[in-house]
């Protein structure tokens, strides 16, 4: 069985400072990974996905995560963030055979002035 | 706008009560599901279709029910509902039933059962 581990459930951070969100998975076949957002009061939006090919993806807003198959693993990372970047951030699995998503519990990322 | 509507967007209901929470669609999305969150647990499957007519249990189905009569509904009922079902209810929908479609969300429906 799939499962999905975000270790952090709370991230504070500095404006303009830069952030890792945490996301680890265990599968026995092959995966289809991503990475959701929510703001307050709104449902989930996806903010990147990795399906194949390069193991570096990125979002428009300035969000990467890279897919590390040895450590099963796939970090939410930015640079500098912004006070709007204050949400919920999920990490989510599938695989390539099924349809099932599992998401991981959340980390709540808080971006201070 | 394209999306996902929710209805309610809140309520609070009496336990022993049914309830259905309404999901509509207007991207014509083969696939829709339906999650519970709850803090600490992330989103949770309950029920889900892959296309009009059919239906499947997810992660956590029981006390939930589900019909798909068409392409754009897909209303989620609660027969007798009891307080552990106290939670925030995503609908969502994907173009096909495949694990690397993109979901998109509704606004959620927070329930409240006392």
């Known amino acids: 069985a799939q499962s999905v581990t975000q270790l952090d459930s709370q991230v504070p951070v500095f404006e303009e400072a830069p952030v890792e969100l945490r996301c680890n998975y265990s599968?026995?076949?092959?995966?289809?990974l991503f990475w959701y957002v929510q703001y307050p009061n709104q449902g989930l939006q996806l903010l990147l996905k990795y399906l194949s090919g390069s193991t570096l993806v990125e979002s428009i807003n300035g969000f990467e995560a890279e897919f590390n198959k040895s450590q099963t693993s796939f970090h939410l990372r930015k640079p500098s963030v912004h006070i709007s970047d204050t949400a919920e951030y999920f990490c989510a699995v599938s695989d390539t055979g099924g349809f099932k998503t599992i998401f991981g519990a959340g980390t709540r990322l808080f971006v201070k002035a | 706008i394209a999306g996902i509507t929710q209805a309610p967007t809140s309520q609070i209901l009496a336990a022993g009560r049914r309830m259905t929470l309404r999901c509509t669609q207007d991207m014509r999305h083969n696939a829709m599901y339906w999650y519970r969150q709850d803090l600490g647990l992330g989103l949770r499957l309950i029920h889900y279709s892959n296309t009009a007519g059919t239906t499947g249990k997810g992660e956590v189905p029981d006390g939930y029910s589900v019909s798909r009569a068409n392409t754009d509904d897909f209303p989620l009922t609660l027969a007798s509902a009891v307080p552990s079902q106290t939670s925030v209810y995503f609908c969502?929908?994907?173009?096909?039933?495949?694990?690397?479609?993109?979901?998109?969300f509704g606004p959620g429906t927070r329930l409240t059962v006392l």
């Open positions: 969502a929908s994907s173009e096909g039933l495949a694990g690397a479609d993109e979901q998109f």
């Open positions: 599968s026995s076949v092959s995966v289809y």
